[in-house]
């Protein structure tokens, strides 16, 4: 169906005013410029080669429904700024296709550029700026390719093709009316395999980034800001909204310090136990405080130290002025150089050797703290956590009980599997126990 509906739009080709031509409004929302090195080369190749590609635009985008959209699809009030900017949209053309063209051309001077020019209209449920976008999205999609994408952007692209096609997933928002109201156009299975051959990835990875549409609002800017991994984000989407939001309250940027096997933990007592949830949340939230102060201490012992060393070297440059000075008196003025004299000299080239020293010293002292300090830095929270042992102490005090109620009539009387069977699960738990004392003594030699 969509190659039938693709072939319905009427294709007229143009040379346009680089000055009509205005980005789509939406177009950052969903993907980011180039930038760096590959925006040079790119720069480069179109300044040598022109631009072989046409752009695609169209005079179809309807600017009434611009501030429903961009609410919808940023969380954010659009600003007077972009509605200025798109107040006059009858007098220009809106890009689906060829937003970094259109930046190089007009980087590089060009007045006219090569447009495909394209209606669009609103037919089978979706709107005539649902295709627009539909058609933004996916032939930057095929464009770019996974690797040259951000990867909570692609998440909100895939979120928004998913809307169109009016395929289910995830938690519905409360003002997403579209997602109930219309009918699925093409299967999820099929779109979404659609969707991972353009991009070069599995499905399981699609459906993964795909996840990333389920954190909150901040946890998303943070990915999008590259503060957060993808993995960790992906974690931390199988979290309840309100876990979400406990957790970034309680350490802010500083959830990109969390490891998987904390945010699975925070996952099971949320499911388990609330109470349990909210001390596990206080305790890392107190650990990152303590990690706070002690990389605030780092800093002021690191500031000192470099206040030690500019005193160090202020006093050698003035100790190696001074022993010119004198040695050079005693060149110009006397063949013979009094005892005071050589005292002194003896004396300030002792006093720059210590100097030079205490310096030395300091600096390496300086060195070995700011790395402490962007180790401590870049360490993970870990918490204390005995759960775990607790737990184990329940069941091994009620196996005491139970043990402690055995004679020895009982054992006589016992069937011989049965005993071997005892004596075998008697012999494992043994070994078990004197395994975990061994690494609880290793770990107090290492320490």
Not at 9 to 27: A, C
Not at 358 to 386: G, H, P, Q
Request: net charge negative.
């Amino acid at each position: 169906m969509e190659n039938e509906l693709e072939n319905e739009l009427n294709r007229v080709t143009e040379m346009l005013d680089v000055n009509l031509l205005k980005p789509h409004p939406l177009n950052k929302v969903y993907f980011d410029d180039i930038e760096g090195q590959a925006w040079q080369d790119f720069l480069e190749s179109v300044k040598t080669s022109g631009i072989i590609e046409p752009l695609i635009v169209t005079k179809d985008y309807k600017l009434e429904f611009l501030d429903n959209e961009f609410e919808k699809e940023t969380s954010k009030n659009i600003t007077e700024k972009t509605k200025e900017e798109y107040s006059d949209l009858e007098n220009y053309y809106i890009v689906v296709s060829g937003h970094q063209r259109l930046r190089a051309a007009k980087e590089l001077g060009f007045k006219k550029i090569s447009c495909v020019i394209r209606e669009y209209e609103e037919k089978y449920g979706i709107t005539t700026n649902d295709w627009i976008t539909k058609e933004l999205i996916e032939t930057n999609l095929r464009q770019r390719g996974k690797g040259n994408l951000n990867d909570m952007k692609l998440a909100k692209c895939l979120a928004k093709l998913y809307e169109i096609y009016g395929i289910r997933k995830g938690r519905p928002k409360e003002n997403n009316n579209s997602l109930t109201e219309k009918s699925e156009i093409i299967s999820e299975k099929k779109y979404q395999k659609y969707l991972a051959d353009m991009l070069g990835i599995s499905e399981r990875q699609l459906r993964n980034l795909y996840r990333l549409n389920n954190l909150i609002p901040e946890l998303q800017q943070l990915v999008e800001e590259k503060k957060l991994t993808t993995t960790e984000a992906m974690q931390l989407a199988l979290l309840d909204e309100e876990v979400q939001s406990k957790l970034y309250y309680a350490l802010g940027d500083d959830i990109n310090k969390m490891t998987a096997e904390q945010i699975k933990e925070i996952k099971e007592e949320a499911e388990r136990d609330q109470q349990a949830l909210l001390n596990k949340i206080n305790d890392l939230e107190k650990a990152y405080k303590a990690k706070e102060l002690e990389l605030k201490n780092k800093e002021n012992e690191i500031s000192q130290k470099e206040n030690i060393i500019k005193q160090y070297e202020s006093a050698i440059e003035l100790n190696k002025k001074r022993l010119k000075e004198l040695e050079n008196k005693t060149i110009e003025r006397i063949e013979v150089i009094p005892d005071s004299v050589k005292q002194e000299l003896e004396k300030l080239k002792k006093a720059q050797i210590e100097s030079e020293e205490r310096f030395k010293e300091t600096y390496n002292e300086l060195l070995s703290l700011r790395r402490e300090y962007e180790k401590l830095k870049n360490s993970k929270i870990e918490i204390k956590d005995d759960r775990k042992i607790k737990d184990a102490i329940k069941l091994l005090d009620e196996v005491h009980l139970k043990l402690m109620e055995i004679y020895p009539e009982d054992i006589k009387k016992c069937n011989p599997e049965t005993l071997e069977d005892f004596k075998i699960v008697l012999s494992n738990l043994g070994e078990t126990i004197e395994t975990i004392l061994d690494c609880e003594m290793s770990e107090t030699i290492n320490n």
